[in-house]
């Protein structure tokens, strides 16, 4: 609050023009023409006017027509639900009966500033709109900005072009005097838009703070005191309370009697702030007119301090006053809320520069990097850094990156990937990257926020493993080679020998080294799995043909069951016909091994349109329903109805999903516990696209 | 008379085991641990070429386009064998005749042996 900004004896154009309730374009256009009686001072020739001549002017036959315009303008405001307090003109806030604080009316300016300028970009009716409110003000609009079919690039281009012409204006006006910088960026900030806007509403702001002006003082003070959430005290020059505010009850507890009891408000604030307010009262003591504004704590008649903004105003020397005005306004919840977002905002940035993880902030796009604590893997990012992405990501892994990002943004939803990126000493090391999407109230993405680890060692360590796999496996294979020949070798001496006992324990040794062989060749694929190097020679190859093969092949291998074969499929395929063949030979291997009681296995195929199915049924022991989706996972095996295990390293169906799926096709089973389970695939008869 | 096969693999074992296998067929079997040469094919002149891909410090599919590409060599047979499936386009490319897996089965070797032995 500050009364000293009123000055009683000459109104300047705004001030008359608000005391009248109409433009100040209209006031200098009746100097002008001699119909209101004014004075120029100051070297800038600003017109002065008494309150007697404007007075007159109220039997002037075009008043009404002006205050008309200018109640349309507040009608206007109302509409667009404008508030009539700018953060410039908020001290004045109170005096016209507004309760809320003035940092809501910054937030509430903040939005309708984007909706406008948004409007004015967007579409011309509203832009057309904003002229007339321009022009309803008096102020000249620039009309090749309002021609029809303007182009958004033009129309934005008009509102700079409006922006100057209007800056100017008020420049002109004077309003923009004894504002401070904040005060002037957040009015160049949202001028380009609305200025129109703003300079009624100052006007409306001061026309209503003399509307106040000329009731008696008694009416102001109690306009004052009791219209206000804040508490007004009014204290001699000794700093005894003179007049105290209704609402000194609700912001300190103490009634205005028992806060004129006190020997002066101070006694109020903590004794170790005390000194500093007394010593600001005295300087406010020696400059009539002076304000002085702070921030400091009182106690509370409860017994609890609360944080208070006062102002103090000087204006003894005010003949309608005559004494230091205070003016109190809490904000301890203010306060509190601003200290609780600093301890949250410093644990978050505790937790950052804690956390062993690169740290970052991506705009909505991804195309700007705002932030990076690259924990010295990574260079820090400080400044927001353009195209971070293609700067630092490998050639290779470009592409990926890109297109998960661009589902990320589509589905506004958690980015994850593992790719290679460029350390702090410029060599690539692999980086696992995740990010959360922050959105705003409507869902927008305001920006990325994401956690990425190092697992450049974690990568060197699984490559390692799987080379190591790799020749381990491709070792082991070459004495099961010679191991099986000598076997072979040896059968065939026995047989030629007649010596069939032996031969025949021979061929059993054979089909063990098999076993061990087909162990051996899991692992490797396995291995070129996880590397992505598992190949495949496809062609269109006969299906029943490839069935009868390995169907004739297991069943020399068990007598125990009984294979039967349900041929239904008539076409060629096309596929990789050995691994394919792989799959088959897993799915009745287990078929076999799981049905230890079981007596038969169908195996069956049929085409339907654009697919072959094949299914191998057994009768065993089937799978538990919570087991059903993990049987396609790596190292996954079943436990027999004793707990016992069956033999196998857990990969064959792992290896067979992997398979089935790279040949474009489906894999699934279907079981019941007790009862047996149904394994099938199918595949595409024609040549798929490969995904 | 006995036809002549060639078998080169660096693992010894190997080599013995599939020499007798071969010779219980009745063939006549050299074999070598140290890769091929243009000029030993030439002076032995065999009737089918048994060619390990991973020779150890040779490239059998390097062996083998060089035989191919030989006026002289160009019309032995040559059968390349690997523990990996994945590498028989590539045999297939360096001109070899078939391919075989390791282990093989003895029915299937005496089948390919006796198809493309001259």
């Known amino acids: 609050m500050s009364i000293n900004k009123i000055e009683p004896k ?65 009608q206007l405001l109302k509409a667009n639900e404008i508030a009539i307090q700018t953060s410039a003109t908020s001290q004045h806030t109170h005096l016209i009966g507004g309760d ?14 984007t909706k406008m300028i948004r409007a004015i970009a967007n579409n011309l009716d509203d832009f057309e709109k904003g002229t007339k409110i321009f022009q309803d003000l008096g102020i000249e609009v620039a009309t090749d900005a309002n021609k029809d079919g303007l182009t958004i690039e033009e129309a934005v281009d008009g509102t700079i072009f409006l922006k100057q012409a209007i800056w100017k204006k008020l420049e002109e006006t004077g309003l923009l005097k004894g504002l401070s910088t904040q005060d002037l960026f957040e009015f160049s900030q949202i001028i380009g838009s609305y200025c129109d806007i703003l300079s009624s509403k100052i006007a409306f702001t001061y026309h209503n703070l003399f509307m106040e002006e000329i009731t008696s003082s008694e009416k102001r003070f109690r306009v004052l005191t009791e219209k206000n959430a804040d508490a007004i005290a009014l204290v001699d020059r000794k700093g005894k309370v003179l007049h105290a505010s209704e609402s000194t009850k609700k912001v300190m507890g103490y009634t205005p009697e028992e806060f004129k009891k006190l020997s002066n408000p101070f006694e109020l604030v903590p004794p170790n702030e005390r000194k500093l307010v007394t010593k600001l009262f005295e300087k406010l003591l020696k400059k009539p007119g002076s304000v002085e504004r702070t921030k400091y704590q009182i106690m509370h008649k409860g017994g609890y301090a609360i944080w208070v903004e006062s102002v103090m105003s000087n204006l003894l020397e005010d003949p309608d006053v005559k004494a230091i005005v205070i003016n109190y306004s809490d904000i301890t919840a203010r306060k509190e809320s601003d200290e609780k977002v600093r301890k949250s905002e410093e644990r978050f940035r505790a937790l950052v520069n804690a956390t062993s993880e690169v740290v970052y902030r991506m705009s909505p796009d991804w195309k700007e990097m705002q932030e990076l604590r690259g924990k010295n893997f990574l260079i820090d990012t400080e400044e927001p850094i353009t195209n971070w992405l293609e700067k630092y990501t490998h050639p290779d892994d470009k592409l990926q990156v890109k297109e998960a990002i661009k589902k990320s943004i589509r589905t506004k939803s958690f980015f994850q990937l593992e790719y290679k990126i460029k350390q702090v000493d410029g060599t690539y090391g692999w980086i696992f990257s995740r990010a959360i999407p922050i959105l705003d109230k409507k869902g927008k993405i305001i920006e990325w926020f994401g956690a990425a680890s190092d697992i450049t060692k974690q990568k060197e360590l699984e490559q ?12 082991l294979k070459t004495p099961v080679t010679s191991i099986k020949t000598y076997g072979q070798v040896l059968e065939k001496i026995f047989q030629s020998k007649g010596d069939v006992k032996a031969a025949e324990m021979l061929s059993k040794m054979d089909t063990q080294i098999n076993r061990l062989n087909d162990l051996i060749a899991d692992l490797l694929d396995v291995t070129k799995i996880n590397s992505g190097q598992l190949q495949f020679h496809e062609d ?29 499929s008539m076409k060629k395929v096309y596929g990789d016909r050995e691994r394919l063949g792989q799959v088959l030979t897993n799915f009745i291997t287990n078929a076999i091994k799981y049905s230890p009681n079981g007596k038969k296995i169908i195996v069956s195929t049929f085409s ?5 199915t094949l299914s191998v049924q057994d009768f065993g022991l089937g799978i538990a329903k919570e087991n059903i989706d993990q049987v396609f996972e790596q190292f996954f095996r079943v436990d027999g109805p004793t707990s016992e295990t069956f033999p196998g390293l857990g990969l064959g169906l792992y290896i067979s999903s992997e398979i089935v799926k790279r040949e474009v096709g489906k894999i699934w089973v279907e079981s019941v516990k007790g009862e047996g389970s149904t394994f099938s695939f199918s595949i595409p008869i024609k040549k798929a696209i490969h995904a | 008379m006995a036809k002549k096969i060639l ?6 074992a190997i080599l013995d085991a599939t020499k007798m296998l071969l010779e219980l067929e009745g063939y006549e079997v050299q074999t070598t641990a140290e890769g091929v040469t243009v000029k030993e094919m030439i002076e032995q002149l065999p009737d089918l070429l048994l060619l390990d891909i991973w020779m150890s410090g040779q490239d059998g599919k390097k062996i083998c386009k060089k035989l191919k ?23 297939r490319a360096a001109g070899a005749d078939a391919f075989m897996t390791k282990p093989f089965e003895m029915n299937d070797l005496l089948a390919r042996v006796k198809e493309y032995a001259l």
């Open chain 1, 10 to 74: 000459l109104l300047n154009v705004q001030r008359s023009a608000a005391f009248l309730g109409v433009n100040p374009a209209t006031i200098r256009k009746w100097a002008k023409t001699n119909q209101l009686n004014g004075v120029k001072i100051g070297s800038r020739g600003d017109w002065r006017f008494t309150r007697e001549a404007l007075s007159k002017l109220t039997s002037n036959p075009s008043i009404k027509e002006e205050q008309k315009k200018f109640t349309k303008i507040k």
């Open chain 1, 540 to 568: 269109y190859f006969d299906f029943n043909e490839l069935v009868n093969e390995r169907v004739e092949e297991m069943q020399r291998l068990s007598e125990k069951h009984k294979i039967i074969v349900v041929l239904t």
């Open chain 2, 69 to 91: 590409a030989n006026k002289s060599t160009k019309h032995i047979p040559i059968v390349m064998i690997s523990a990996s499936r994945d590498v028989e386009d590539s045999a």
């Open chain 1, 608 to 612: 339907k349109g654009k697919v072959t």
């Open chain 1, 100 to 113: 809320s604080l003035p940092k809501e009316h910054v937030t509430k300016y903040r939005k309708i500033h």
């Open chain 2, 7 to 12: 078998l080169a693999d660096d693992d010894l």
């Open chain 1, 464 to 475: 390692q493993k799987d080379s190591f796999l790799g020749i381990v496996s491709h070792e």
